[in-house]
């Protein structure tokens, strides 16, 4: 197994509150990672923490490594804009701009300085349209708002967005939380497709989801990683007591 990333020894604290406690984990290359736990328990802190997204918030600090191909993006010498081009994020509820479907994939490319060429911006957008199985369905409609799209067809704008810069990792944040049933499993099968050539960690509540859609899970309870395995064997034979009692429903 090929790891993309790696967590060795990491906490992070806001203020004086420890949130997360001395984390130890791969991110296997090309799989998807599940983070399970119940509210509060440090998932989506931990996630934050992998693009630097918490260093937005004041009075917020981190200690220990966070590699990205073998050097910790927590180095005085990391670039954060070029970081968070690397590892993108997809949040909890769909938020495309108020801007034409087409802009909203176009925006990513051109702040970046990828391209400011039409042709070249054509291609990308239909490309990451049809890397989030979107294309077919908003090809005949890309000057139309993206804010007239349902929501599964938003949170699916939303990872084009993601992958118009190709990064190297997708975060998910709850990518499913606001979606119905049947969107739900679209973006998980979309998921599955990314993954063979995208990184990816996903915050689900759903255990699931994390069954059915990821390759490995990780465990949290009151920021501590109390397990990770492969999704089967932590499914179907957890380690920890704490895990089985979790996953079986009679804690959390």
């Known amino acids: 197994m090929e790891n993309k990333m790696e967590v060795k020894n990491f906490s992070f604290y806001y203020g004086d509150f420890q949130a997360l406690k001395a984390l130890n984990l791969p991110i296997p290359l090309h799989k998807i990672t599940a983070l399970i736990g119940p509210s509060g328990c440090g998932k989506s802190t931990f996630l934050r923490s992998l693009n630097r997204m918490n260093d937005t918030i004041a009075k917020t600090r981190a200690t220990g490594e966070a590699r990205l191909d073998g050097k910790n993006i927590y180095d005085a010498d990391v670039d954060v804009v070029d ?3 690397r590892i993108g994020m997809v949040f909890q509820r769909p938020n495309p701009f108020p801007q034409t479907i087409y802009e909203n994939v176009a925006f990513g490319p051109r702040v970046t300085g990828m391209t ?8 990308i957008v239909q490309e990451s349209l049809q ?12 000057r139309d708002s993206a804010l007239d799209l349902n929501p599964g067809q938003q949170q699916r704008l939303c990872i084009a967005r993601t992958i118009a810069v190709k990064p190297e990792v997708i975060l998910m944040d709850e990518p499913c939380s606001a979606l119905d049933p049947v969107a739900t499993l679209s973006v998980e099968d979309l998921m599955r497709e990314l993954a063979t050539t995208y990184t990816i960690v996903i915050v689900t509540h759903n255990m699931q989801q994390a069954a059915r859609a990821s390759d490995y899970t990780g465990f949290f309870w009151l920021g501590k990683l109390v397990e990770f395995n492969s999704t089967r064997r ?5 380690q920890e007591e704490l895990t089985e009692a979790y996953i079986t429903g009679r804690r959390g």
Do not use: C, N, Y
């Open 116 to 123: 400011t060429k039409k042709s070249e911006l054509d291609q």
């Open 83 to 85: 970081l968070r081009q």
């Open 234 to 238: 932590l499914f179907t034979s957890p």
């Open 131 to 142: 890397g989030a199985a979107l294309w077919d369905e908003v090809k005949h409609r890309l």
